[in-house]
């Protein structure tokens, strides 16, 4: 459950960022900027508290390098405390987050922090602020109160150990006193029961509540209590175990939509920085295998808009992205900007990227050329390709930017071809 609450707080939290225009917190923390602006990023801020009801804070700060401060950029209304801290005010950090104060410096991203506090037991969820620059202006924070989750936990699995003791401890007394058969009997019933358990799957938990309940017993109070009790727990469980799944179920088709482009159904900006968080996290420990970038751009997009409309140009977008998801796969391809994709190569077939990329302009090369349709259906990309070595110090981004380059010097020979407008 702790795993799909993390989920949910990165999903809350790449939301939320994009209420911020992260190249404007310099001027923020300057005093020199928009009031209006600033005042209506707030109030969105301060809606996700109202909506998402396990929020205790959500907040925004620039660390302060080289001290253990952070100076306030957004600080969201909660409910039943004072109006949030204004921008430009300093705040000492807290513990927890000092102990990943190196991090933080560095703009990286860091786990999920657990820690009782004054307000209950919460959870701590951060994203970097990264601007258009690639320079981190801050972090995102956002407090989960788990506090209600841990005490049912805790409640729950005390309860049962204290009703399992408890049988135990009866057939023992009761076997060593040989008590009536009315009593040992049911107790051995039960006891029974409870050995055949199983716990993998729905059907398995459903089926130990048939059993528990075909057992039907009614005898003296004191057992009979035990027995209804322990029936009601296993009732409970059942019904716990069925809301997690189904919530969890909802938490994924969110994590689809989430990371989804809504136009070409391809992973958008936020799957694109996950990938690149998976791929440093396994450079960072050495165990990250040989892989591929491709940046791709779109050529004449806006020709296409401008004289056959929108809707061809999204047809034509769509077209170009078909052409490359044929060959390299949908799931390793992304939605960075308008016209602008980043495709990943790695696996079984990262031997064969430049087959596959020759072959990808040439179907471009082709599809320009064809003269027997319309002209929003001639689709073209320039693409420029820049590989990682295993073992490598190099930057993953320097990566990126090496084949964003070399993209560049392919759409400049496609405009010195075909010119700015077909």
């Known amino acids: ?18 209420e911020i225009v ?16 600033y005042e209506k990023t707030a109030r969105k801020l301060n809606t996700y508290i109202e909506y998402f009801k396990d929020i205790r804070f959500l907040y925004a700060y620039r ?66 602020l990264i601007d258009s620059n690639g320079v981190c202006q801050g972090y995102l924070f956002a407090d989960f109160n788990l506090t209600n989750v841990r005490s049912a936990n805790i409640r729950f699995t005390a309860t049962l150990f204290v009703l399992i003791f408890i049988i135990m401890l009866l057939i023992l007394y009761f076997a060593m006193k040989a008590v009536s058969v009315r009593i040992t009997g049911p107790i051995e019933k039960i006891f029974l029961c409870l050995k055949s358990f199983s716990f993998e799957t729905d059907a398995d938990r ?24 322990l029936v009601k727990t296993i009732q ?36 694109y920085e996950k990938r690149l968080t998976e791929y440093q996290k396994r450079i960072d420990k050495g165990t990250c295998a ?9 050529n004449d997009l806006k020709y296409i808009n401008d004289t056959f409309g929108h809707e061809a140009g999204d047809k034509y977008i769509k077209g170009c992205c078909k052409v490359v998801a044929d060959v390299f796969g949908p799931e390793n391809i992304y939605r960075i900007g308008g016209d ?36 929003y ?21 320097e990566v990126v930017k090496e084949a964003d380059s070399r993209m560049y010097e392919n759409k400049q020979r496609y405009k010195s071809e075909h010119g700015s407008y077909r």
Not at 290 to 298: E, P
């Open 340 to 375: 602008e994709f980043v495709i990943f190569i790695d696996n079984e077939k990262y031997a064969s990227r430049y087959i596959d990329l020759n072959r990808v302009r040439e179907i471009f090369a082709s599809c320009t050329g064809n003269r027997s349709v319309k002209e």
């Open 290 to 298: 040989d892989f591929a970038v491709i940046v791709m751009d779109i």
């Open 22 to 37: 992260i190249d404007h917190i310099p001027d923020y923390l300057s005093g020199a900027y928009d009031k209006e602006e």
């Open 236 to 271: 409970a469980s059942n019904k716990y175990l069925h809301d997690l799944k189904v919530t969890s179920k909802k938490l994924e088709n969110v994590e689809g939509k989430v990371y989804a482009d809504a136009l070409t159904g391809l992973g958008n900006k936020h799957a």
């Open 63 to 128: 660390i302060n390098s080289g001290s253990t401060t952070a100076t306030v950029i957004f600080d969201a209304d909660s409910p039943g405390e004072e109006n949030g801290d204004e921008p430009g005010a300093d705040y000492e950090l807290e513990s927890g987050i000092i102990e990943h104060i190196t991090a933080l410096y560095n703009g990286e991203a860091i786990e999920p922090m657990l820690g009782d506090t004054e307000w209950g037991y919460l959870m701590t969820c951060s994203k970097p």
């Open 1 to 18: 459950m702790l795993d799909n609450c993390k989920i949910t707080g990165e999903e809350i939290l790449n939301l939320a960022s994009d």
């Open 377 to 397: 259906k001639r689709f073209s990309a320039a693409l420029g390709i820049a590989n990682y070595a295993s073992g490598s110090s190099e930057n993953l981004l």
């Open 206 to 229: 459903r089926n130990n509540l048939k059993e528990l309940e075909a057992l039907d017993i009614h005898t003296n109070q004191e057992i009979q209590s035990l027995y209804d009790t």
